[in-house]
């Protein structure tokens, strides 16, 4: 999308705030994929499209056809491509641990924690 067009911040609120993707909903969403340890948005969900990625996944015996199901959803209501990471616990706490900028930059931005038994 055009950054520079006249009605690109009007559109994303359109799409984004209007209810179109109800983010309360999420959770019960990515639980068909597996066990959600921790559910992240950031990125568009929180109007800021600097951010590397919009949603951090962080499970258990995630079934991947199911997670992508999940995501092509949630981007046809969006009206465009997700940039999202997946991780296992074991995973997350080891990029925690050495200061991963990825991680970083979900957590020191704004950001949305829908999911969190982790931390």
């Not at 911040?9 to 959600?36: M, N, Q, Y």
């Not at 600097?50 to 997670?67: A, F, H, S, T, Y």
Request: aromatic letters at 8%; zero cysteines.
């Amino acid at each position: 999308m055009n950054k520079r067009f006249v009605l690109n911040d009007p559109l994303k609120t359109l799409l984004v705030d209007s209810g179109l993707v109800a983010t309360k909903e999420l959770p019960a969403r990515f639980k068909k994929a597996g066990k959600i340890k921790m559910l992240v948005l950031s990125g568009i969900f929180v109007k800021d499209d600097d951010r590397k990625i919009d949603i951090l996944v962080v499970g258990e015996k995630i079934n991947k056809l199911k997670m992508q199901s999940v995501l092509s959803t949630l981007e046809s209501e969006v009206g465009k491509e997700l940039r999202y990471s997946l991780f296992t616990p074991e995973e997350f706490a080891y990029r925690m641990d050495m200061y991963d900028q990825l991680l970083l930059d979900i957590f020191e931005y704004p950001h949305e924690r829908l999911v969190d038994t982790l931390l």
